[in-house]
Every structure is written in C-alpha cells, then in structure tokens.
C-alpha cells in the first residue's frame, strides 16, 4: 500500500511557475513508476507527465511538453512537477498517482495508488 499526499498547488498569474510535489510512504516510491494528472472542471483525469522508476525516462502529454517537467528524489520518497509558462487552461485538480508497471504509462487504468489532488488555478 503506498499514500501520496500531493503539495505545491496555488494560484499564479499567466506565465508563472509553480512546482508540485508527491510525497509518497508505506512503501518505497523506487518500486512505481509514477505519473502526474489533471482534471479540469467538466472535464475528464488526463495524462499529465510520467518518470520511470529511477527517473531515466519521461513522458509528456503534447500540451504541456516544454513546459513541464517531472523528476523524482526516490531518497525523500518524492515526485515533482515544475510547472513554467503557466497557461489559464492549465487550471485543475492536479493528482499523482503510482503504477507497478514496468515501463512507465499513459494509461490512467494502470494506475493503482492516487493522490488526493492539488488545485492549480492560472489567472489570465
């Protein structure tokens, strides 16, 4: 069993930063590889960024990619998300989640353990 508490969420203007941050326990986070997600309002949890399990491959959906970027400190037990050049339709409900997969995923069905979600709002 793995928890994941997701922080760093905030509001910020267009074009700002913002950086997020999984903190996993119960298990140790080297065993998943881990994604982030977002759900806007109305709208369905869509693929975000992904990190192997020793971080040495990533994955970014095409609407953020050259924007974010997703790392991991499997030391601290942590996931990040930095967020730069921060757009209006990148405002959701951020979450992170784990998946035992051995090569890292897209899929949001893969997914077993999730986050409770932090609120990312970008002002125009």
């Known amino acids: 069993q793995v928890q994941l508490v997701e922080s760093g969420g905030g509001l910020v203007q267009t074009g700002g930063s913002l950086r997020l941050s999984c903190a996993a326990s119960g298990r140790a986070l080297s065993n998943y590889a881990m994604g982030w997600f977002r759900q806007a309002p109305g709208k369905e949890r869509e693929f975000a960024a992904a990190?192997?399990?020793?971080?040495?491959?990533?994955s970014y959906a095409d609407s953020v990619k050259g924007r974010f970027t997703i790392s991991r400190d499997n030391a601290k037990n942590t996931v990040y998300l930095q967020m730069n050049s921060l757009k209006p339709e990148d405002t959701a409900v951020y979450y992170c989640?784990?998946?035992?997969?051995?090569?890292?995923?897209?899929?949001?069905?893969?997914?077993?353990?999730w986050g409770q979600g932090t609120q990312v709002t970008v002002s125009s």
């Open positions: 990190i192997s399990r020793r971080g040495s491959s990533t």
């Open positions: 989640a784990a998946t035992a997969s051995a090569v890292i995923t897209t899929n949001r069905g893969q997914y077993v353990y």
